[in-house]
């Protein structure tokens, strides 16, 4: 089992930036794809970037430019850096983690263990 820890969440200005950070316990945490989703009130979860086990990243498009994900396996932690941030990036941003992504990593179905979320809200 990984437990996944979410934080730097917020709230910010329209066009500021946050960085979350997620902290994985477990001693293998190199050989999962992770991933970042959010959910909206009344929006189902989404996918939004992803990195895998050679640390390629993916994006869904509405941040492709903005948004950057990285991990430091040394240290367990997977990243977002989250730049000019806008309203509707308003929502709670999950943490994720695969054994092996089937899809390319953008299903929730595809992922094993879930952090709990943490908020980002981005005021206009």
């Known amino acids: 089992h990984v437990r996944l820890v979410e934080s730097g969440g917020g709230l910010v200005q329209a066009g500021g930036s946050l960085r979350l950070s997620c902290a994985a316990s477990?001693?293998?945490?190199?050989?999962?794809?992770m991933g970042w989703f959010r959910q909206a009130p009344g929006l189902e979860r989404e996918f939004v970037a992803g990195?895998?086990?050679?640390?390629?990243?993916s994006y869904r498009a509405s941040v492709q430019g903005r948004f950057v994900i990285s991990r430091d396996n040394t240290k367990n932690l997977v990243y977002l850096q989250m730049n000019s941030l806008k309203p509707e990036d308003t929502a709670v941003y999950y943490c994720?983690?695969?054994?092996?992504?089937?899809?390319?990593?953008?299903?929730?179905?595809?992922?094993?263990?879930w952090g709990q979320g943490i908020q980002v809200t981005v005021a206009s």
């Open positions: 990195i895998d086990t050679f640390s390629k990243p």
């Open positions: 477990t001693g293998i945490f190199s050989v999962y794809d």
């Open positions: 994720a983690a695969a054994e092996r992504w089937e899809y390319g990593g953008t299903r929730p179905s595809e992922y094993d263990f």
